[in-house]
């Protein structure tokens, strides 16, 4: 029985699972949202939102608690240029955790762990916009 077991082990050593947490609120701050099993989800939501609210807060002291778990530069600079200012006056709950389906392989529960209002936020950070084919077309036919 787990009573009273507060964390997940994953089957990992400990070690290991920090960093895996630590990879995946890189990437949710690098890309707004991830895929990842429920359980992951689960455990690495209340770490993200911890680091968000270092991020509203945004002084010395909280870049530098922030730089201890997350060494990816475009999240770090997105978690304290966008991200802090935009969670700004929301008092907590940037995140959401939408199920999915299970997985083919193993059939473990896929959920989508993705901050709340990401739309408003614009694309991530560092990838291309992407434009369709018509409007391509569109945007070329309209030069000539």
């Given at each position: 029985m787990?009573?009273?077991?507060?964390?997940?082990?994953?089957?990992?050593t400990?070690s290991h699972?920090?960093r895996?947490?630590?990879?995946l609120?890189?990437g949710?701050?690098?890309?707004w949202?991830?895929?990842t099993?429920?359980e992951k989800?689960?455990?690495?939501r209340?770490?993200?939102?911890?680091l968000?609210?270092?991020?509203?807060?945004?002084?010395?002291?909280?870049?530098r608690?922030?730089?201890?778990s997350?060494?990816?530069k475009?999240a770090?600079?997105?978690?304290?240029?966008?991200?802090?200012?935009h969670?700004?006056?929301?008092?907590g709950g940037y995140t959401?955790?939408?199920?999915?389906?299970?997985r083919p392989?193993?059939?473990?529960?896929?959920a989508?762990?993705?901050?709340?209002?990401?739309?408003?936020?614009g694309p991530p950070p560092?990838?291309?916009?992407?434009?369709?084919?018509?409007?391509k077309?569109k945007e070329?036919a309209?030069a000539?």
């Open positions: 787990r009573h009273r077991r507060a964390t997940r082990k994953f089957n990992r400990a699972r920090h895996m947490f630590q990879h609120c890189e949710l701050f690098r890309s949202a991830i895929v099993t429920v989800a689960k455990e690495v209340p770490i993200a939102e911890g968000i609210t270092l991020a509203r807060r945004g002084d010395s002291q909280a870049q608690q922030v730089q201890r997350i060494h990816d475009m770090y600079q997105t978690l304290f240029t966008k991200l802090g200012p969670f700004a006056e929301r008092k959401r955790i939408l199920r999915l389906a299970r392989g193993d059939g473990a529960e896929v989508l762990l993705e901050l709340v209002d990401r739309e408003k936020l560092g990838k291309p916009i992407r434009v369709k084919k018509e409007a077309e070329g309209g000539k």
